[in-house]
């Protein structure tokens, strides 16, 4: 029953946000969920919410293939914000350049942003607002 109030919040946040897709992956779970209209997927946001650069090395990332799509890892193990106030930094489809703010991760009461180390498409988001995030674990798939 807790897997599918899982879903049911899943569906809610690709509703409410505008997404196409979302997927979750911890553990052994393994979530995708994709909307689409008249059989078609529905076109993919483009947008990155304007902030000042920020300096920071905690993002790191690897090669994933050698399709030139590189996985954003948790620098650390706490909490995922994918933003600030319902405002999230990125959705699938948005350009991001080196230095824009992807997402904060709560740890020790402090919220560490990270930031992009190069300039891309984010391509999917694998985790979730609030979702617990051990060190290392993928965050992000990006696309020069």
Sequence with gaps: METVRFIKKLAEILNNEGLTSISVQEGALNIK???????KPCPREKKVRNKPEVNNDMVIAKPETESRTFEIRSPIAGRFWAGLEDQHYVYPGAVVKKG?????????????????????????????DGMDLQFDQVMFKISE
């Design 33 to 39: 969920l994709e909307r689409h209209e008249n059989g």
């Design 100 to 128: 824009d703010p992807l997402c904060l991760i709560e740890c020790d009461d402090q919220l560490n942003e990270v930031t992009s180390d190069m300039d891309g498409t984010v391509c999917e988001i694998l985790v979730i």
